[in-house]
């Protein structure tokens, strides 16, 4: 084999790993209303839950691996504390969940799993979409503290636009909603 030839072959595998990341980078959250440096050092999440916005495609067991993802990207870098009992609504968290802490809720305004086929086609056709709005709410009075936009969106061709699927996009979308909760930087 020549030079020539594996350089090519390195080449372009540097350049496959590269772009492997793109699912899987993080989408910078936008704030609506931002909390304040001292709320994102001293949050304490008691709950993550979701739920589809009328008109998005979200199935029950799409919605629980989303949050199972969230959960564990929150929990790298976010105090979790002990959740309020299944079936509990956020009014009545208050009453279960110990002082000082915050439910996060997400309703997911889109969610498209794009075609793959058309993705590997061309650059921008067959577009995967995850979108939400981010909620965070003080467990003692029930009260917005935070919300926040999050978007990931993959649209790369190609065999690598091929071969993503929503799952690696999900991971991505994850590392953006922890984002939100992360403390600021001193």
Known sequence: MSFTRMSLRAVSLCAWLLLAACAGDVAKPVAVQALTPEQQASLRISNVTGEAQA????????????????????????TFVQPPTSGVTLASTAATSPPGTTSIKLVFTEYDKGNAFARAMLIGLGQIKIGADVFLFDDATGQTIGQYRVSKQFAFGGIYGASTRVEDVEAGFAKSVAEVAKPAPK
């Open 55 to 78: 008109g998005v495609e979200l199935l029950p067991y799409e919605i629980d691996r989303l949050m199972q993802q969230i959960k564990l990207e929150l929990s790298k870098t976010t």
